[in-house]
């Protein structure tokens, strides 16, 4: 796929220039970084899900031992009531010398009897509550869990494109005598910053030169929303293992006023994400063979600026 992308780069039998190289390399890779990161969303979800389905089980066992002993309760009462009848506890209560006058003792007893299956009718509800929940639960789970094994089958694909384009991308270089990186040069972050922003720019700085692999969150590899992820876990800060989620996270902020640790966004579908270090440079996880590194944010089509926390 990508040696025909690129022998066709330029008419008749012209070497491709680095520029051409690189240009069509990212064109075939803005196709598969939206799958992605779709995988992401979805594995990220299914994860969360699964967690929430495991409280729910954890919050529903209580709720179920004390309907099955209200329920075994109720037996034995209803199975001596059938057996000795109502006269053996009324006998009980006039032979118990209280000064307490019978009606008042019934009355006592249906108190006690009423609370009792108020109580039981409360546990019955919440447990019923948590069910149907659970139930809505591992249906959605149930889905996901299709579309993740989907995707997970299309890794394969993914990859095997993965690696013909670095095949093509190391063959060209070759040829050109070229090995090195699209990445700029300048300081990390580019303007000193304290706070969460500086702990997670400080983070996502010294990941710098370690390589990109798709849907990897650290420490020893990133994709793109991975790094930002990573980054900002450094902070005490949560974020979701996809790019739209992340920018749906955080609050949007124009860029003039963009800041250092700013989440920075790139393409219409919001596919690729980076972090802001000032100067209009970014440190991101670009694409496969290409580590982290630092690029100016005009190198791809800017959308816009969002600030965590």
């Known amino acids: 796929m990508a040696a025909g992308v690129l022998s066709s780069a330029v008419p ?20 598969l970084e939206p799958v992605i990161e779709q995988y992401n969303k979805v594995h990220s979800e299914l994860k969360a899900n699964r967690k929430k389905s495991a409280e729910l089980d954890e919050r529903i066992r209580p709720l179920a031992l004390q309907a ?51 109580q039981i009718a409360a546990v019955l509800d919440a447990r019923d509550r948590y069910l149907s929940e659970k139930q809505a639960l591992d249906a959605l789970i149930a889905r996901q869990q299709a579309q993740d094994e989907e995707l997970a089958a299309r890794r394969k694909t993914i990859d095997a494109d993965i690696e013909r384009l670095e095949q093509a991308r190391a063959a060209a270089y070759q040829t050109a ?15 000193s910053v304290g706070g969460a922003a500086g702990t997670a720019l400080r983070t996502a700085c010294a990941q710098i030169g370690k390589p990109y692999v798709w849907g990897a969150t650290g420490p020893n590899s990133f994709d793109c929303s991975g790094l930002t992820q990573y980054a900002w876990a450094s902070a005490g800060v949560q974020l979701t293992h996809f790019t739209g989620s992340q920018w749906n996270q955080a609050v949007p902020v124009g860029r003039a006023e963009a800041l250092p640790g700013d989440l920075v966004f790139f393409f219409s579908d919001l596919h690729h994400v980076g972090m802001y270090i000032g100067n209009g440079l970014m440190v991101h996880a670009p694409r496969a063979g290409q580590p982290v590194q630092i690029e100016n944010i005009d190198h791809m089509p800017l959308v816009g600026f969002r600030r965590v926390g």
Request: net charge negative; glycine share 10%; aromatic share 6%.
């Open 68 to 118: 099955d002993l209200a329920a075994t309760e109720i037996g034995e009462v209803a199975n001596r009531y059938y057996r000795t009848g109502p006269s053996s506890e009324f006998n009980a209560l006039l032979k118990s010398g209280s000064p307490t006058s019978l009606a008042d003792q019934l009355m006592v007893l249906d108190r006690i009897s009423s609370q009792r299956q108020q």
């Open 177 to 191: 005598g070229y090995t090195g990186s699209s990445g700029v040069s300048g300081p990390c972050p580019a303007v």
């Open 12 to 31: 008749g039998h012209a070497q491709p220039t680095l520029a051409q190289i690189e240009d069509e390399l990212d064109a075939q890779w803005r196709k």
